[in-house]
């Protein structure tokens, strides 16, 4: 069975930095491209970084571009996003998701970030 | 950038019905539209890939039609299991979501 448990998420002030993980097991994660998504509340959701299987492709959007970094590690299933300068338009509930080609299959069910004072 | 406009944004229907929710591109996207179910507390599930492919262990009453700008998600006959909100997704130029549908039973 596909898991994905994100992890790492919680308070933090506004320019300050925090970074997240998935645990990422029941496939063979090297094998798979894998994204962050998120959701502010009561919107809609947002994408918000891929890579590729080997890291050798890696994407933002522009509304992180420059501030957020996405990595894995495939020797220990993990995928990571380190999120810096964080703004409030950044508290979100933040999903991490395998891609099934280009689009997610499996998603994981969220860990909530939220930047205030 | 692409928007996906997605309709109803609320629905209410009874146990057996059929029912539809519409995602309609801002651009063509061929047939990279994928429909997801979000039960509440849960992880978004796939439901249909690249338009109308129905993923492995999804029941047969959910189908998906639709190519170009024009998309559709049906259920064939609602069941109670079924209450979720809804969202298309389409994938042909990055990534954007529909703002997604919630569905009760009446």
Not at chain 1, 87 to 108: H, M
Not at chain 2, 6 to 35: E, H, M
Request: proline share 3%; glycine share 8%.
């Amino acid at each position: 069975e596909v898991q994905l448990v994100e992890s790492g998420g919680g308070l933090v002030q506004p320019g300050r930095s925090l970074k997240l993980s998935c645990l990422a097991s029941g496939f063979t994660f090297s094998n798979y491209g894998m994204n962050w998504i998120r959701q502010a509340p009561g919107k809609g959701l947002e994408w918000v970084a891929s890579i590729s299987s080997s890291s050798s492709y890696i994407y933002y959007a522009d509304t992180v571009k420059g501030r957020f970094t996405i990595s894995r590690d495939n020797a220990k299933n993990t995928l990571y996003l380190q999120m810096t300068s964080l703004r409030s338009e950044d508290t979100a509930l933040y999903y991490c998701a395998r891609s099934r080609t280009v689009a997610p299959d499996y998603w994981g069910q969220g860990v909530m970030v939220t930047v205030s004072s | 950038d692409i928007q996906m406009t997605q309709s109803p944004s609320f629905l209410s229907a009874s146990v057996g019905d059929r029912v539809t929710i519409n995602c309609k591109a801002s651009q063509n996207i061929n047939r990279y539209l994928n429909w997801y179910q979000q039960k509440l507390g849960e992880a978004p599930k796939l439901l249909i890939y690249n338009a109308n492919s129905l993923q492995t262990g999804i029941p047969s009453r959910f189908s998906g039609s639709g190519s170009g700008t024009d998309f559709t998600l049906t259920i064939s006959s609602l069941q109670p299991e079924d209450v979720a909100t809804y969202f298309c997704l389409q994938h042909n130029s990055w990534l954007t979501f529909g703002s997604g549908t919630k569905l009760e039973i009446k």
